[in-house]
Each structure stands twice: as structure tokens, then as C-alpha cells.
């Protein structure tokens, strides 16, 4: 019988492909990400009508929407140069971090082509049914019907 594999799906629109914890639709890395970011998951005010949505840095390509984002709206001044200097050195840091990370083996993603939603508007890969059985998936407490 094979694991259940996490259901979160990178900017790239790939699914991670590492194993669920028991009980849930993600793996370690990705609950705990979920656990410690919830209250950041929403838009980022960056002054009263503005808002910048950072997701996860996983990638190379999410670091770059952010650093766009963050450019644009220091560009158009809608966020203060200070403010903007401080995201950069936090973008140059995940870049770094992810280039190492990048070095290590990891297993080949796949594509996500069905999301559904959590109750906390949390985007999941629909459960992979060809490598997780029925009774490894309980989608009843996780998942709000698609989209």
C-alpha cells in the first residue's frame, strides 16, 4: 500500500510530491508552513487601499512574482523605499536558501489539474487516487467541494 503524498500546489502549478502526515492532506514541511503563515496568508496591507499576496517562496519563479510585486509597488509609490528594501533582503535570502535546496535530490512533481478549497481558503491538489487509496483520503473534514 502506498502513503498518501501532500496535496499543496507550488506557484509553478506543480503538486509536491512528498508523503502526507497521517490525517491530513499535506506533508510536514507544508502543515507546518500552513500552521505558521495562517495569519499572513491573506494580502499584506501596504498602506490603506493596497495590498501585496505573498505565497509561499518555494520556487524561483515565486520569489520573482514578489520581488515584481514589491518593485511595482515601491515604483508607484504605494510602499515606502525602507519597506521595500527590507522585503528585497528577505526575497535575496529565500532566493539563496532555495538555490542550495535546489542542489539536493528531490522526486519528479507532477501537474496539478483539479484544486479544491479549504474552509480557510487554502488551494489543495485534488487526492491522487492511482497512488492513494480511498481509505487513506478523508476528504470530508479538509475540503469544501471544488471550484
Known amino acids: 500500500m502506498s502513503a498518501p503524498l501532500c496535496r499543496h500546489i507550488k506557484i509553478t502549478g506543480q503538486k509536491c510530491r512528498a508523503v502526507a502526515i497521517a490525517d491530513g492532506p499535506l506533508c510536514y514541511f507544508h502543515h507546518k508552513f500552513q500552521v505558521t503563515h495562517r495569519t499572513y ?30 518593485v511595482l509597488a515601491m515604483g508607484t509609490g504605494q510602499l515606502a523605499h525602507s519597506s521595500a528594501l527590507m522585503l528585497l533582503r528577505g526575497l535575496q535570502i529565500a532566493y539563496r536558501n532555495l538555490a542550495l535546496a535546489e542542489k539536493r535530490p528531490k522526486p519528479e512533481a507532477a501537474s496539478v489539474r483539479l484544486i479544491s478549497t479549504t474552509h480557510d481558503c487554502l488551494d489543495l491538489a485534488l487526492p491522487d487516487l492511482t497512488t492513494e487509496t480511498p481509505e487513506e483520503v478523508n476528504l470530508a473534514e479538509h475540503i469544501m467541494p471544488p471550484h
Do not use: C, G, K, M
Open 41 to 70: 496568508r491573506q494580502a499584506v496591507p501596504i498602506n490603506s487601499t493596497h495590498y501585496i499576496n505573498l505565497n509561499a517562496l518555494e520556487t524561483f519563479e515565486a520569489i520573482q512574482i514578489a520581488i515584481s510585486q514589491v
